[in-house]
């Protein structure tokens, strides 16, 4: 019962470099998002997708992109690494849409970025 | 813009205590608002309120919304030490219907 899998779960980059944040679901959610949290802050909206093959932005995508080639994958890339992009990021998912009846979101257990 | 506001930022209780997080919005076209409790991963859901005055419960959590005033609370009664952690609130906003407005969040410590 794996639910939302985020790696990895720590991450030092250099300014300039590129990763990618894998996640994978295994509930069969349309639904799945990132976001981040800074230190005192609420979770931001980075990029959402509403199933295969369907992505777009949230609040802040600047400097992220996303594809969505299955229902159970979601990978955040960050081009060009940047220090504002140390942050802790969270992948979720839900079955429906967020808030709605079947829109609780389940959240996968973070991976920690550092950029130096 | 949308707004969840939470407080307060974070509160030192003694176990057996009862504590209310608060948490207001200001939300285009409101459907929900939901709590969530965050230890030291991922937040974990408890619960959805759409309905004005319906208290939701599970154990010694409760929680109500207000929908006049625009604000729900979360009560904890009878504290215990694993329910130290940052409680969330969030609204799901008007912003292509998909996103959720999260609070800055409440940090609880439950001192034994």
């Known amino acids: 019962n794996a639910g939302v899998t985020q790696t990895p779960k720590f991450r030092i980059l250099k300014i300039g470099q590129s990763m990618t944040l894998q996640c994978a679901q295994d509930m069969n959610h349309n639904y799945m998002y990132w976001y981040r949290q800074d230190p005192g802050m609420g979770l931001k909206l980075i990029y959402y997708?509403?199933?295969?093959?369907?992505?777009d932005k949230g609040e802040v995508p600047n400097g992220y992109n996303v594809s969505r080639s299955t229902t159970e994958d979601f990978p955040l890339r960050l081009e060009l690494a940047a220090p504002s992009q140390t942050s802790v990021y969270f992948c979720?998912?839900?079955?429906?849409?967020?808030?709605?009846?079947?829109?609780?979101?389940?959240f996968g257990e973070g991976s920690r970025l550092t950029v130096l | 813009e949308d707004k969840v506001v939470q407080s307060p930022l974070s509160l030192v209780v003694h176990e057996g205590d009862t504590v209310t997080l608060n948490c207001s919005y200001e939300v285009t076209n409101f459907r929900s608002l939901l709590w969530y409790k965050q230890e030291k991963k991922a937040p974990t859901f408890l619960f959805m309120l759409t309905s004005s005055g319906i208290e939701k419960k599970s154990g010694r959590l409760s929680s109500i919304l207000d929908k006049k005033e625009l604000f729900s609370i979360l009560n904890i009664t009878a504290t215990q030490t694993g329910d130290s952690a940052v409680y969330l609130c969030a609204a799901p906003s008007n912003f292509g219907n998909e996103k959720l407005t999260f609070g800055t969040g409440t940090r609880l410590t439950i001192i034994p």
């Open positions: 979720a998912s839900s079955r429906g849409l967020a808030g709605g009846p079947t829109g609780e979101l389940f």
């Open positions: 997708s509403v199933g295969a093959g369907i992505t």
